[in-house]
Each structure stands twice: as C-alpha cells, then as structure tokens.
C-alpha cells in the first residue's frame, strides 16, 4: 500500500505529461473495448434475429446472392425478379416443409427523409411467423396491411380499423393488425397481401424470393442440391449468410485490431518515456534512498509500481469512457452497417471487461521493466552526485 501511495506522489510530480500519457492509453483502451462488445453484441444480434425469420433456406434471383439475401433481410428495392412457377417446382420437392413466396419493394419519400418497405407474402408466410403478436388480425382481403411496431409508430397508428392511403401508388389500404414489436427488421416493415403488392409495383406473377422451411434441418444440403438445379435462382442458406456477415465483420475487426496494437504500442512507449524521464529527474533521490539503506529489488519495485499503477488508471478511465459512451457507438455502427440488428450491436461482457484490464495491465508490465531496472542499478554514490 506504501509503495502504491508513494508511486501516486511520484506520478503526480509532472501532472501534465502523466496525464498526457494516462490519457492516450485510455484511449486505445476505450477503441479495444468498443470494438470487443460490438464484435459479441454483432454477432449475439445477427443470430438472434435470423433464428426468428423462421425458415433456414431462402430462393432469390440470380445475381449476387447475398446481396439480395441482405436486402430481404433488411429491407430494400431487389432489381431482380423470378417468375412465380418457380414455387410450383419448390414445392414438388418432398423434403420441404414450407415454402412461401413474398415481393418486396420500397417507396422513398425524401421529403420526410425515409423509405417505407412494402412487403407481400400469403398464408404460408404467417406460419413461419408464428412468433409474431398482433393487436387486431392478419389479412381479410386485398386491402389489408399489417404494420409492424416502428412503421405504426411513425404513422401514430394506434389502433387496427384506420385506413392508410399510399399516395405515391395511389392506393387505400385498411390497418388490420398491428405487429408488437420482435427486435427485427419486421418492425419497420408494412405487410400487405402477395397480390397486392405485385399489382401496385407493377409485377403480376412474379417473386423476390422464397423462404423455404424443410422438414427435418439434417435435410438441409439434400434441399439446397436439389433448389440449385432451378433456372435464374440462387440459393442461400441462413447459416451461410450469417457466416458472410460475420467474415465481413472479422475482416473489419482485424483491420481495426491493427491500427488499435499500433496505437497501444504507441502508448506502451510514452508510458516507458514518461516513467524513465521520472527516474532521471529523481537520480539523486534514488541515490539518497540507495544510502540509507534500499535496496535494488525496493527500487526496482517502487518504480515498476508507478508503471502498473498508471496503466491501471488508464485502463480504467478508458474502459469508463467506453461504458458512458456505449450508446453513441451503437449509433454510428447502425449508420455505417445498414444489415444491424435491430437490436443492441454493443453487449457488455464482463470477459471483455477483464481481457481489457489484463492487456493494459501487460502494457505496465513491459512498459515499466527497463525504467525499473535502470533506477535499481543506480550506484548511490554516482547518484547522489549527479545535478
């Protein structure tokens, strides 16, 4: 405790350059933390919401795959479409439990500065929705919209029975339910009957995709061999598709990693100039401690403790910051990454807190090694002599 205390006073000495020095470990610390929650949050996120889309297969037009995948999971404009025989040869396969078409489109109003998302599905949809809550019912005819809990909020829909006019596609539908919200992109969406939404996209018979739901999930790969031999479709499974976002976000996370050990290596180096400065101003101190009676190993020890101690408060303050600043961050990764889960993208882990104090407790460590053993070999006579 001794030693702790008067590595504090130590520390104190030259106020400016120790917390010029704690300052720019705080924040490689705060970066690291960051980016350690968002990866588990990401990840806990992206899982959770594809575990709800209820089916494991989905069929979309050929071109880049996941890209359509991506707009259907998020909510988007695809620019390709397939014909709807395409369901008739779905559903002849005699793996597939479920197979249900749906056509989604977007309708941009930039003049309230959004994009509202139209998405058509039929009875088959709704049974692998069953998670959903409605407040009101699913559709009676083929002017029946469902909303999600986003999109009612913003149009202050509170109640089912209220008509909702598209202005854009000049069309009336009547607010039949009512979706509580689930912590996916359903919240935003407005639902609307297959043949409805091809009719006022001007798309009659015609598809963005199949969610396709298989009987038994060791099916799978018989499945996908067998959808793949479809003209002008692609398929994509879940799994695949959560393993593409998750390689772009460990691409990401490696890049970011990089530039966060260079900058932690940085860091690691102002501490060892700003203790080892330290140990040269207090020469003769050190001198004066050595001739009454210290020895190396106390030296040694006093100095390496005002390292760790440094580095300690350093780590604290950054994983604070962090902490303070968690919703801020969640904010400005929903902006750069359109495909976030609805959800929280940040998840506090106390795994994450303690690798982030051991790894700037490491940093103390090798940081304060040299300067420690230079002030221990200090000869006391040398030492008190020096101006």
Known sequence: ??????????????????????????????????????????????????????????????????????????????????????????????????????????????????????????????????????????????????????????????????????REKDREFVVTGILERTGTKDDGFFFIPLKAAQEMFGQKDRVTGIAIRVKDPTLIPTVVEQLEKLPDSQVITMSQLMGTMMNLVAQAKTLILSIIIIAIIISALGALNTVLMSVFERTKEIGVMRAMGAGREHVFQLVWVETLVMALISGILGIGIALIGMGLVEKIIKKLLPLAPQGSVVSFDPNTLLICLGFVILVGLVAGIYPAYRASKLKPIEAIRTE
């Open 1 to 166: 405790m001794k030693f702790i205390l008067f590595a504090l006073k130590n520390l104190l000495r030259n106020k400016i350059r120790t917390l010029l020095t704690v300052l720019s470990i705080a924040v490689s610390v705060t970066v690291l933390f960051s980016l350690l929650s968002f990866t588990k949050g990401y990840e806990k996120g992206m899982t959770s919401e594809l575990g709800k889309m209820g089916y494991q297969i989905m069929i979309v037009p050929r071109g880049c795959p996941y890209e359509a995948a991506s707009l259907a999971l998020s909510g988007g404009k695809i620019p390709n479409y397939f014909d709807y025989s395409v369901l008739e040869e779905v559903k002849k396969i005699p793996e597939v439990e479920i197979a249900a078409p749906f056509f989604m489109s977007a309708i941009i109003r930039p003049d309230e500065d959004r994009t509202d998302i139209y998405f058509g599905m039929d009875e088959n949809m709704f049974q692998m929705k069953k998670y959903w809550n409605i407040k009101g019912s699913y559709f009676k005819d083929e002017n029946s919209l469902i909303m999600g809990g986003d999109a009612a909020y913003i149009e202050q829909t509170d109640e089912p029975g209220q008509k909702f006019y598209v």
